[in-house]
């Protein structure tokens, strides 16, 4: 059960503060850019009228955010964002598909990674709001229906990050958590890996769809 507190870390210290680093968190984090590197490579090498099976797998990511960003937005708009959702997405599975492998594990276990991704669509959202609406009409809405719930306005804007990022950590983590619990109990046997299976495929794909098509809800009310 010592993986479930053992976490290794190194501390670097900057201007007078020390700073700790999730080793694991990074490797595995690294580990999926990797892969998503080496897909784009073999689904991009060679495009050809007859797909290779990597050029299926890309054309049907790209087709179907393209899809679902188009949409939620416009077909302008549509240019611009679907990028950032498609590879939010394909980032968000591939690390949450880790844990299948053995001495891999899911680097968005660590709240720092589901909290980084919530922030950076936070400050996207709003920077596209501000950009779309102007700095006056961007501000007077935190003041609707009247000037005084614009306190409450701002913190249920603030609660968006919270509950994005705590929605995909709980769920990765606590799959995880039992898991490594039930590993323990029935010495992996016939049990673990099924639920290894069920947490890291299904659930890690259900969960990662979701942070992907909030993280587009926010942006699309911010620029309508």
Not at 5 to 10: E, L, V
Not at 126 to 148: N, Q, V
Not at 154 to 159: C, D, Q, S
Request: aromatic share 14%.
């Amino acid at each position: 059960m010592e993986d479930l507190t053992n976490i290794p870390q190194f501390t670097l210290s900057l201007l007078g503060v020390d700073l700790v680093f999730n080793t694991t968190t990074i490797l595995m984090t690294w580990i999926a850019m990797a892969v998503l590197i080496g897909f784009g490579f073999l689904a991009t090498r060679k495009i050809a009228f007859v797909p290779n099976p990597f050029q299926v797998v890309g054309e049907l990511f790209v087709t179907a955010f393209y899809d679902l960003t188009r949409d939620a937005l416009d077909e302008k708009m549509a240019k611009k964002y679907f990028p950032l959702i498609c590879c939010l997405f394909m980032f968000l599975l591939v690390s949450n598909w880790l844990g299948i492998f053995p001495k891999l594990s899911e680097p968005t276990k660590d709240l720092n990674t589901p909290l980084g991704l919530g922030l950076l669509g936070f400050v996207i959202a709003h920077y596209s709001g501000i950009k779309a609406k102007g700095l006056k009409k961007y501000l007077k809405e935190y003041c609707e229906p009247i000037f005084f719930m614009a306190p409450l306005n701002i913190i249920g804007e603030i609660a968006k990050v919270v509950s994005i990022s705590f929605r995909l950590y709980g769920n990765i983590l606590g799959g995880a958590i039992i898991i490594l619990v039930v590993s323990h109990l029935i010495y992996s046997l016939i049990l673990p890996p099924l639920l290894i299976c069920f947490f890291s495929l299904f659930i890690g794909t259900i969960q990662a769809f979701v942070f992907t098509m909030l993280t587009l809800v926010y942006v699309s009310v911010q620029v309508k």
